[in-house]
Structures are given as structure tokens and as C-alpha cells.
């Protein structure tokens, strides 16, 4: 993920790019965290950084959701 002034402008995962990439990384359990210096990206993201999570965080909670179902039948 690549951030300018503090709001996700890009993000790649793999072949994700943009905000399913953002979604895939929101799953993750840990992460370490690398600052680089400034660099050119395009804007893949098509929502503000709050969007993104709030989305993310309903896909996985959905998912979550889906799975304690699985597990209880």
C-alpha cells in the first residue's frame, strides 16, 4: 500500500490492484510496516482510506460469519 499525506492512493497485491488489493491485506493477521522514500504512483483507489476499511472490515466480517456457519452445520 502506498500512502499520500496520510490517505491510501494505491495499493498492490499479486495480481490485485486498488481496493481488492487493500481488502486482501486487511485480512492479515501481522504485518511489518516498511517506510520508502517518496515515489510516483498511480491512483488505484477509488475509495477515501475510511471507505476502505469500513468496507474491508464488513467483507471480513461477512467471511468470518460464512465460516462460523460452515463449522456449525
Known amino acids: 500500500m502506498f ?5 491510501i492512493n494505491d495499493a498492490q ?6 481496493d481488492e488489493a487493500v481488502y486482501k491485506v ?3 493477521t501481522a504485518v ?3 517506510s520508502t522514500l517518496p515515489q510516483q504512483h498511480g491512483q488505484t483507489i477509488t475509495r477515501s482510506t ?7 472490515l464488513r467483507l ?4 468470518n ?9
Open 65 to 73: 460469519r460464512d465460516t462460523e456457519r460452515l463449522l456449525e452445520a
Open 32 to 34: 511489518i510496516l516498511k
Open 3 to 7: 500512502f499520500t499525506d496520510g490517505q
Open 26 to 28: 486487511i485480512t492479515w
Open 13 to 18: 497485491y499479486g495480481s490485485l490492484k486498488g
Open 60 to 63: 471480513l466480517d461477512e467471511s
Open 50 to 56: 475510511q471507505g476502505l476499511l469500513l468496507e474491508g
